[in-house]
């Protein structure tokens, strides 16, 4: 798994729940090291025995707290940079939604050996939508419900008022059903192109 997965899972549990808590799962998931570098590459497990040890420390399901990190990685300020690449996708919501099969791809032009799952978004009907997850087990289980909590900050993020549903697809595939009632709901977040913003790494 790259090392920048396993930072990220880091700096969301530093930065939510404080550094004293990170040292207390990290001492929970025998981590040889309290840090995790994100240029390396680590074991699955090890980082499944992190999630595990989160899951105790916090009294939090797995799920849960995999939707809390896709919401982290757009509302928290330390990841500013990633907001403003996710809302280069589009100017309004729906417009960011056809631009997700592109991500995997952008996200290696920063960081070319980060692989992504794969991403298919279907129309199903008017404002309505399927986001298809092409995950490869164990690495990737679970991308969906972190996708949802990406999805839900930038809908918000936009100003959108955006139903989600998860549910198992076929084989490794994991699907996100959206509906979108309203694109123009509520103000969004101010977005202005020029802006910079600190990174997770610290």
């Not at 090392?3 to 981590?31: H, K, M, N, S």
């Not at 928290?76 to 939604?97: A, Q, S, T």
């Not at 990737?140 to 100003?159: C, E, I, K, P, Q």
Request: aromatic share 6%; net charge negative.
């Amino acid at each position: 798994m790259h090392g920048l997965v396993a930072r990220t899972l880091q700096c969301f549990l530093q930065d939510t729940y404080g550094p004293d808590l990170w040292r207390e799962i990290a001492t929970r998931a025998r981590l040889e090291l309290p840090d995790f570098e994100a240029m390396l590459d680590y074991e699955a497990q090890l980082v499944g025995r992190v999630l595990q040890a989160a899951e105790a420390e916090l009294g939090k399901s797995r799920n849960v707290m995999l939707e809390d990190i896709g919401t982290y990685l757009i509302t928290h300020p330390n990841n500013e940079g990633l907001r403003r690449l996710m809302r280069y996708g589009g100017e309004d919501f729906i417009d960011f939604l056809h631009s997700l099969e592109e991500l995997p791809g952008r996200a290696r032009l920063a960081v070319p050996d980060l692989d992504l799952p794969l991403l298919e978004l279907r129309d199903v009907a008017s404002r309505q939508f399927t986001l298809i997850c092409h995950c490869r087990p164990p690495a990737s289980t679970g991308f969906s419900h972190v996708m949802a909590g990406v999805l839900r900050a930038m809908a918000d993020d936009y100003g959108a008022l955006a139903l989600l549903e998860l549910r198992d697809g076929s084989g490794s595939c994991e699907l996100i059903d959206i509906t979108v009632i309203e694109t123009a709901f509520a103000e969004g977040r101010r977005f202005d192109l020029g802006a910079h913003g600190a990174g997770c790494r610290r």
